[in-house]
């Protein structure tokens, strides 16, 4: 297997970097604020959208999550567990320092240093990583500890810096020293839940930005970010409320950009405990565990009337953890019907005719609408028999406490980090372990789809990967292990006289945003 960036590849890539405008001045509006200017710091989407303005990887993430050329213009695999990868020429740092292979092996060296006391590390993404090797200023040779299909995907993940700056630290970072990429703009300041300042990197290497200077401002009251839009405090904002999006789509002198997004809405459920502390059949044993009872809970959910009624349309109802169009997906599995009356024949074969008494939890601060959406959920629970309470909290106190399994049904979002099907079913999914099943409160645990799943892991060759992926996918939504209900659409509003594609991993990226 062999990827090279062609002459006309590169040549229709650059073809999209916006021409010079002079003195150009952008504000953008985000809806969650920056936690550290480490770009290996936490794996995070705030963060990550904000790193990809200042830094680049040996590849990137282009807006439908394919993996593009970057610092690296080709890869190849010498052998199932050596991968070579060769660099651009001429890229310069912010500091005017020359980009060269040594870059990279600091780089890469330098994650577990940047992981320390991390929420949620990169180290997944570098783990199967035994050694890197510059062969030469312009030749990387990756060795993993077994076959990495996914490498370059997770190497899409982790920000380049300067050799010299591998022992920066987290806290010195975010004060500001050794913020230095290759990325299209260069680090100004950045003040903590307030905004980011970013100028214009003159030398970049797919070409200069249209804007001189950018400001990122943070505004995590979703009306104070529309005002600011409406006032023209602001030249685009980010994530608009749904119930805002027709005030804003009716205003003469905005526009509205929605794309269907990468993250996946999902309800996880205890399939672990026989005695679960929040859901309770007459017995006292839990009836989650029964797959006719949760596919007797997916029937009874209208996906369809939750998206245009709660969220104003901005979302796809979801039979899979990802979305048609990524690597994985599976065709053959469509979205569960609403189907209530069907719902209670099931519940009724598994022994459930009169329902059972059911806590669902749920966040009500993390998603848009999730509180209301948790309580849609309840009430279509509650019409096919089910005693049905919804309790939503801060997702500060919420995930903790679903990380612990102290309830027994919940709502989830996951984000299809890696642009493939096993970044979401692997967290998901995969039998909880110390290196695995991380995101599995749920406890789902099933042997054949463990071994498709790894197995599609380690295999390079494209075709194959992907129909293993699709069995592990089927496989997963045949247990139902966990139950999807809608992808969020990410949405951007924007002052008339610019432009911006709308990115399926919801990334607010300036370099983007084009004078029409």
Do not use: C
Request: charged share 20%; no cysteine; hydrophobic share 40%.
């Amino acid at each position: 297997m062999k990827h090279v960036a062609s002459a006309a590849i590169l040549a229709a890539f650059a073809a999209l970097a916006p021409s010079l405008v002079s003195a150009q001045a952008l504000t953008i509006g985000l809806a969650a604020s920056t936690t550290s200017m480490d770009p290996q710091f936490y794996v995070v989407g705030p963060n990550s959208a904000m790193a990809r303005n200042i830094f680049d990887g040996l590849v990137n993430q282009d807006d439908k999550q394919q993996i593009q050329p970057a610092l690296a213009v080709s890869w190849s695999v010498i052998d199932d567990t050596t991968w070579e990868f060769k660099l651009r020429e001429g890229v310069t740092f912010h500091d005017g320092s020359d980009f060269t292979a040594e870059d990279v092996v600091a780089s890469l060296n330098r994650v577990p240093l940047a992981s320390k006391n991390s929420p949620s590390s990169f180290m997944p993404y570098v783990k199967a990583i035994t050694s890197v090797e510059a062969v030469d200023p312009l030749t990387v040779r990756i060795t993993t500890a077994e076959p990495t299909p996914l490498l370059p995907n997770d190497l899409s993940r982790i920000a380049i810096l300067p050799a010299e700056d591998a022992g920066v630290t987290t806290e010195e970072m975010n004060a500001g020293k050794g913020v230095i990429g290759t990325g299209p703009f260069r680090f100004v300041s950045w003040v903590p839940d307030s905004e980011v300042k970013v100028a214009r990197n003159d030398a970049y290497w797919a070409g200069p930005a249209a804007w001189e200077d950018v400001t990122f401002k943070i505004f995590k009251n979703n009306s104070a970010r529309v005002a600011a839009m409406l006032s023209g405090d602001v030249d685009m904002i980010e994530s608009i409320p749904t119930a805002d999006t027709r005030r804003l789509k009716s205003s003469g002198d905005l526009k509205v950009v929605s794309v269907a997004g990468n993250r996946v809405m999902y309800l996880h459920m205890d399939q672990g405990r026989e005695v679960s502390p929040f859901a309770t059949g007459p017995d006292g044993k839990n009836p989650l565990r029964d797959e006719r009872v949760r596919r007797a809970l997916s029937l009874s959910l209208n996906r369809e009337a939750i998206v245009d009624r709660i969220m104003d349309g901005q979302g796809v109802p979801a039979g899979q953890l990802v979305p048609e169009g990524y690597f994985g997906y599976d065709p053959s599995i469509g979205v569960d019907p609403y189907d209530p009356a069907k719902a209670k024949e099931l519940l009724a074969e598994a022994g459930y005719p009169d329902g059972f008494k059911l806590t669902f939890h749920a966040s009500n601060d993390r998603y848009p609408n999730d509180s209301r959406v948790a309580q849609a959920i309840g009430q279509f629970f509650s019409r096919i028999g089910i005693d049905t309470s919804v309790e939503t909290l801060p997702a500060s106190v919420y995930f903790s406490r679903a990380s612990n399994l102290e309830f027994s049904f919940i709502m989830g979002g996951a984000a299809v980090e890696t642009g493939e099907a096993s970044g979401v079913l692997g967290p998901l999914l995969e039998t909880y372990g110390d290196s695995a099943g991380r995101g599995n409160r749920g406890r789902y645990s099933n042997p054949e789809f463990d071994a498709t799943l790894q197995q599609a892991r380690q295999t390079l060759d494209d075709a194959t990967r992907r129909e293993l992926l699709q069995k592990a996918t089927r496989i997963a939504m045949t247990d139902l292990g966990v139950i999807p209900v809608f992808y969020l659409a990410n949405t951007w509003a924007l002052e008339d006289g610019i432009d911006y594609p709308g990115r399926s991993d919801g990334y607010t990226l300036a370099y983007e945003v084009r004078p029409e």
